[in-house]
């Protein structure tokens, strides 16, 4: 089973608000990933976690806080966004290294009023 | 820095009218190429992995070939259920990198 989940699908919030969103896999794999991505765009990283520890943040605004709880979770907190953070969020995961196949979920779609 | 380009954007195939995508990239010390395919507002989905130049994967109407320098994912007699953005992907010691994708359409 290749199977990343995230919840929820659809969010919508105003700017003031804070959400989380969250990703989980059962597959044992040591590396999960946040990504986002614009309409028409290729997917772009966020963060990557390593055996639950953060090994790479790719210049992210503070308002996007990653958490890995434990292995097999992920939560991306999300505080005072702006309408331009609106886009699809994507969580993947790997067995243990980034050059390994990652495996996507199906995303959740965010709109930021 | 990491480069990968597809070409064409965008591929308008009749039922049937096998064709092929091009990905090529510039990286240092690659690690993989990946191949993924996305419907529109979904995650993407995977396809292959390639590690080595010569290397081909096959996986119903697409297969998937790799040389130094580009990859070609080669769809034979697609159908309609074949349309959608077919991402390319390469990975070093630190990222994957995608390229923008082309979009597939399939016409019955």
């Known amino acids: 089973d290749t199977e990343v989940t995230q919840t929820p699908k659809h969010l919508v919030m105003g700017m003031t608000n804070k959400k989380s969103l969250k990703c989980e896999q059962h597959?044992?794999?040591?590396?999960m990933y946040w990504y986002k991505q614009k309409a028409k765009k290729p997917p772009e990283l966020m963060f990557v976690?390593?055996?639950?520890?953060?090994?790479i943040n790719e210049s992210v605004p503070s308002r996007f806080s990653p958490e890995c709880p434990n292995s097999s979770l992920l939560n991306l907190h999300l505080h005072a966004l702006q309408p331009e953070d609106s886009a699809l969020y994507l969580c993947?995961?790997?067995?243990?290294?980034?050059?390994?196949?990652?495996?996507f979920g199906p995303g959740t779609r965010l709109l930021v009023l | 820095e990491d480069q990968v380009t597809q070409s064409p954007e965008a591929l308008r195939l009749q039922e049937g009218e096998s064709s092929s995508l091009n990905c090529s990239y510039t990286?240092?010390?690659?690690?993989?190429l990946f191949w993924y395919r996305q419907d529109p507002g979904k995650g993407p989905e995977f396809l292959f992995t390639?590690?080595?130049a010569g290397e081909e994967k096959e996986k119903e109407r697409l297969k998937a070939t790799l040389t130094k320098k580009e990859s070609f994912l080669h769809i034979t007699a697609p159908k309609p259920e074949d349309s959608a953005t077919y991402l390319c992907?390469?990975?070093?010691?630190?990222?994957?990198?995608f390229g923008a994708g082309t979009t597939v359409t399939v016409r019955a």
């Open positions: 597959m044992g794999h040591r590396a």
């Open positions: 976690y390593s055996y639950e520890k953060l090994s």
């Open positions: 390639l590690y080595s």
């Open positions: 990286v240092s010390g690659l690690r993989g």
């Open positions: 993947a995961s790997s067995r243990d290294r980034v050059w390994e196949t990652q495996y």
């Open positions: 992907a390469v990975s070093n010691d630190y990222k994957l990198s």
